[in-house]
């Protein structure tokens, strides 16, 4: 008899602020996608709070009066966990702690966690595990309340270092460690990739959770891991596909997110280079998502840090079989027709139009328009591929030629 096992989730609060940069909307969003990865990590939400600020207080985040309802709050319910939608300083962790007296994370940390979580191969574990060294090196103070017993006096005095100093050493010599051990392994992918010889390489780019893995799954025919969740991708999975009889490499990279901290991007920037080796780029857009023209500007800002911004890019819109538009009463006068009023159809004739041959509309789970996204892939690859070796051309004929 299978045993029925009840999975408990963690509670949490989420808490965030609207200020002149970031307006009710956008708190709102962020907060949707805050919960999404609370959700990920294993947590549930039970309650958001906002609060409208010109900046956020520099000691406790939020005011002192919402600060209270939150602690009424979670005494009342019993919550573990306190999750704010910004980095916070070591300082405001520590007075937000005090208050509280729960648990107290910020994206920077949820994001860290899930990615534990997440993380398979050796090489991913160790980039994570440099990530949370740096980001836990300045907040070392506040994590040990065995320190407050250290005090001057009769037989504290003479040589040696305090608690806090031998923490912050074994730290930073962790941090060393970590480095060179990811220089070591940087050098064995380097060899890796070059071993690959001339094949033309696809890289699949695009926001965490839009359908990069479901459509290398698709297209390669193996078994790479997805899942309806944030960061279901870690690591680079890359495959050997043959379209009509044209072999190239496609490789699953990790997916993006707005307000990704700057210690994930520069321990991530390895996994980075299939990108920024990759010969075309299909930037892969989830078109159901009501904010996915934020999504490809927060994609293309990463993509120019890591200078691959130039390269040739197919965008690819996914889930089109989740794309559901708001209905338009065209015989009201007065209300206006947004983005959200616009059905596929005239979405399409949107800038999009201008991309051309550029833009596909597909959807990776049902299999909608494959051919298409095939064909297109093959003229790219085909062409990239002759200009490497001119006198196969003939063994690579137009796609639609042969009908196979």
Not at 41 to 65: D, S
Not at 139 to 161: A, F, S, V, Y
Not at 170 to 184: A, E, F, G, N
Not at 384 to 395: A, D
């Amino acid at each position: 008899m299978i045993e029925n096992k009840d999975i408990t989730l963690e509670k949490a609060v989420l808490i965030g602020v609207i200020t002149k940069d970031q307006d009710e909307d956008k708190s709102k969003e962020y907060l949707d996608e805050l919960e999404f990865l609370t959700y990920t990590a294993g947590g549930e939400v039970v309650k958001r709070f906002t609060q409208k600020m010109e900046i956020p207080n520099p000691k406790t985040f939020i005011g002192t009066g919402k600060m209270n309802d939150v602690q009424k709050f979670i005494e009342e319910n019993e919550v573990g966990t306190a999750i704010f939608d910004d980095e916070l300083s070591p300082a405001q962790e520590r007075n937000i702690s005090k208050i509280l007296n729960c648990k107290v994370l910020d994206r920077t940390n949820l994001i860290l966690d899930i990615f534990a979580q997440r993380a398979q191969t050796s090489y991913a574990r160790t980039q994570v595990e440099l990530a949370q060294c740096e980001y836990l090196l300045p907040r070392l103070k506040g994590m040990w309340t065995h320190l407050e017993r250290q005090k001057g006096g009769i037989g504290m005095r003479g040589p040696g270092e305090t608690e806090i100093e031998t923490d912050r050493r074994i730290v930073r010599d962790k941090i060393s460690l970590l480095k060179s051990k990811i220089k070591k392994i940087d050098k064995q992918m380097a060899i890796q990739r070059g071993n690959r010889g001339k094949m033309v390489r696809v890289a699949l780019v695009g926001y965490t959770n839009v359908g990069k893995s479901t459509l290398m799954n698709v297209v390669s025919k193996s078994q790479v891991f997805a899942e309806n969740k944030l960061f279901a991708t870690l690591d680079t999975t890359v495959r050997k596909v043959v379209v009509k009889n044209l072999p190239f490499l496609m490789s699953d990279t990790v997916g993006f997110i707005r307000k990704l901290p700057t210690q994930l991007v520069e321990s991530f920037k390895s996994t980075l280079d299939e990108v920024r080796e990759a010969d075309l780029l299909l930037h892969i857009v989830d078109i159901s998502h009501p904010n996915f023209e934020e999504h490809i500007e927060s994609v293309n800002k990463i993509l120019g840090e890591i200078d691959s911004s130039d390269k040739p890019t197919i965008m690819v819109f996914n889930k089109i079989d989740a794309y559901r538009h708001e209905p338009f009463d065209e015989t009201d006068l007065i209300a206006e027709k947004t983005k959200a009023n616009y059905t596929l159809e005239e979405l399409k004739n949107t800038w999009m139009s201008q991309l051309g041959g550029n833009a596909l509309f597909i959807s990776a789970l049902n299999k909608e328009n494959l051919e298409e996204f095939r064909k297109r892939v093959y003229d790219e690859v085909r062409k990239i591929h002759i200009t490497r070796f001119p006198y196969n051309e003939f063994l690579y004929p137009d796609y639609n030629e042969n009908e196979v």
